[in-house]
């Protein structure tokens, strides 16, 4: 066998398991929805929740673990709906978009996620919030 025949037959890391795995994940999806709670600028994403965020802050952390690369628990539901789906009924424009990433990148930064792999998942969190707007 080949060094390089051996590097192909490596598993692949994948971003979950970079960033940190699951405890990670959870503390990013915590972050991120106090943060939306709290901080009047994201004002216009948080009216869009319910009073009590501890439903969807499980739901975050379970889209995110499958996203990342870890256990797909979400996709696992019997009742999960297409991300896109799942936003679809509300108006998201820019400002609300940006309302979001800015709670994404506070959440990102204040977790301690630093280099490349911060650098690709905010890439990769404004391509999918920019799917989302309708408005």
């Not at 009924?89 to 490349?116: F, T």
């Amino acid at each position: 066998m080949t060094d390089a025949t051996a590097a192909s037959d490596a598993p692949a890391i994948t971003p979950y398991e970079l960033i940190g795995g699951e405890p990670m994940v959870r503390r990013l999806a915590d972050r991120f929805y106090e943060i939306m709670d709290t901080d009047p600028a994201a004002a216009r994403i948080r009216a869009m929740h319910a009073a009590d965020l501890t439903p969807i802050r499980q739901l975050l952390f379970e889209f995110l673990s499958g996203w990342l690369g870890g256990p797909p628990i979400y996709f696992q539901r019997s009742e999960h709906r297409c991300i896109m789906s799942a936003h679809r009924p509300y108006a998201i424009g820019e400002a609300e978009r940006d309302e979001w990433m800015m709670c994404m990148r506070r959440a990102m930064d204040e977790c301690g996620l630093k280099g490349e792999m911060r650098a690709v998942m905010d890439r990769a969190f404004l391509r999918m919030a920019d799917h989302f707007r309708n408005g």
